[in-house]
């Protein structure tokens, strides 16, 4: 009886954890769907976007798709910031480690748009290459 309740949690963490592998596998294929319109895209689970030309498109991965979704015109950007912790940073001295967000100030926007990452790297070349692309 005992060895019975002490698997019963271990049974319950093993039914958690399908649950939970088969959830994300979901957003990933829905996300695969939603990235195949884009030149360049990247998921992780704070945020999905995705690049076709000067625009950029970025949402809340479900497993339904893509929610929340917002678009903004490269040509309306006029700075680009890393954010990781709240701070600026370089993308030259970028810390591996950290919450990082791609602030992107806009002409047509009174707040600027800030697109959260899970790896400040991943941020910081995302960040370069959209450096690039406006001054292209």
Known sequence: MERGLFWLPLLALFIWLTWAGWNEYQKLEA????????????????????????ELTWGLPTRKGTVNLETVSLND???????????????DAVPTKGRAVLELTCADRPAPVRIPFTEPPIAAKWAQYLQQSLQG
């Open 31 to 54: 996300y695969k769907v939603w990235a195949a319109q884009f030149e360049r895209s990247k998921y992780d689970v704070y945020a999905v976007l995705g690049q076709k030309g000067h």
């Open 77 to 91: 950007v006029q700075a680009i910031r890393l954010l990781v912790n709240d701070e600026s940073v370089s993308v």
